[in-house]
């Protein structure tokens, strides 16, 4: 089992910037691609950010693509996702997930274990 906790989520202003973080604990070794999600009130879950985690490969979706990065801290076991410029479209539920994957992966179903999440919210 991996244990995901994310933290780093809060109220901010447009175009200021935000930094979440994911703890992972457990059976790390397992699990080689993680990814960060978002999921605004009545819409669908969609990726954000992913990594590979042994080669520090991204992956970003386009609505973030040069405002977020993703980046990891082995001695931490913690990924984090830099945010910047943010948006009012940005508010959502961020959550972190890991798949027992070599590749990554953009469809959440593919995931296997995922963390509580953390809330954005980001006012005009």
């Known amino acids: 089992q991996v244990q995901l906790a994310e933290s780093g989520g809060g109220l901010v202003q447009a175009v200021a910037s935000l930094r979440l973080s994911c703890v992972a604990s457990?059976?790390?070794?397992?699990?080689?691609?993680m990814g960060w999600f978002r999921q605004a009130p009545g819409k669908e879950r969609e990726i954000v950010a992913a990594?590979?985690?042994?080669?520090?490969?991204?992956y970003y979706s386009d609505s973030v693509k040069d405002r977020f990065t993703v980046s990891r801290d082995n001695a931490r076991n913690t990924m984090y996702l830099s945010m910047s410029n943010l948006k009012p479209e940005d508010t959502a539920l961020y959550s972190c997930?890991?798949?027992?994957?070599?590749?990554?992966?953009?469809?959440?179903?593919?995931?296997?274990?995922w963390g509580q999440g953390t809330q954005v919210t980001v006012s005009s």
């Open positions: 997930a890991a798949a027992r994957r070599l590749s990554i992966t953009t469809r959440s179903a593919e995931y296997n274990y």
């Open positions: 457990g059976r790390t070794f397992s699990t080689d691609i």
């Open positions: 990594l590979k985690w042994s080669l520090g490969t991204t």
